[in-house]
């Protein structure tokens, strides 16, 4: 079975400064990634994805992740921290196949910005 | 216009009730999912339905019995609640995405905070 893990389960970073959050994942195949934000009282939003077109994604609100085989990590990064940003995130890897699909998520990084 | 949407938000209840959450879709998804996030915050998938048929079931006690009753909804049957039944249930659906470069993205809904008394 793939797995997620996510170092850190608090991040605190001064408002400006940069944003990483690290995701390491265990898959005997190409992985589908994914970084989700959850904002507090809220469900779920899709920040980005990995589906092996391209090995830097970016995504919405200026956050980008990298794939790196080599390393297995998909860690997320943010150049400057916005208040805003404070809020869950969770890294998640996609199994199983046609309709059989399900989202195995690592145990979140709550991320604290400090103005 | 909301994507995902479940009804109610939040429900309070005593132990041994039966109760419902409703999970409704309008993004024409052939998938839709059931996922519980305890108190830690931790996500764990419990259901998927694949046009209206059961697809995964995730050892989920049989006291919760998920309805389909066509593609755009889910619902969530939970008999003789307990404790620990405690949680933040949210609904998720997703395109078919064998084969398709880009899919299988999940769409969640807001989620619906269960308290059991």
């Known amino acids: 079975a793939q797995s997620v893990t996510q170092l850190g389960s608090h991040v605190s970073v001064s408002e400006g400064a940069l944003v990483l959050l690290r995701c390491n994942y265990s898959?005997?195949?190409?992985?589908?990634l994914f970084w989700y934000v959850q904002y507090p009282n809220q469900g779920l939003q899709l920040l980005l994805k990995?589906?092996?077109?391209?090995?830097l994604v970016k995504g919405i609100n200026g956050f980008e992740a990298e794939f790196k085989k080599s390393e297995t990590s998909f860690h997320l990064t943010k150049p400057s921290a916005h208040m805003s940003d404070a809020a869950e995130y969770f890294c998640a890897v996609s199994e199983g196949g046609f309709g059989n699909e399900k989202l195995t998520f690592g145990t979140g990084t709550r991320l604290t910005i400090i103005p | 216009d909301t994507a995902v949407s479940q009804t109610p938000k939040y429900l309070v209840t005593q132990m041994g009730n039966d109760k419902s959450i409703k999970c409704e879709q309008n993004?024409?998804?052939?998938?839709m999912y059931w996922y519980k996030q305890d108190s830690k915050k931790f996500l764990k998938i419990m259901f998927s339905y694949n046009n209206k048929e059961l697809i995964i079931n995730e050892t989920v006690p049989n006291r919760f019995s998920p309805k389909s009753p066509d593609k755009a909804h889910l619902n969530l049957h939970i008999n003789s609640l307990e404790l620990g039944d405690s949680a933040v249930y949210f609904c998720?659906?997703?395109?078919?995405?064998?084969?398709?470069?880009?899919?299988?993205?999940?769409?969640f809904g807001p989620g619906t905070r269960l308290t059991v008394t």
């Open positions: 998720a659906s997703s395109q078919d995405g064998w084969g398709r470069q880009g899919s299988r993205e999940q769409y």
């Open positions: 990995y589906t092996s077109a391209a090995t």
């Open positions: 993004l024409g998804h052939d998938t």
């Open positions: 898959s005997s195949v190409p992985p589908y």
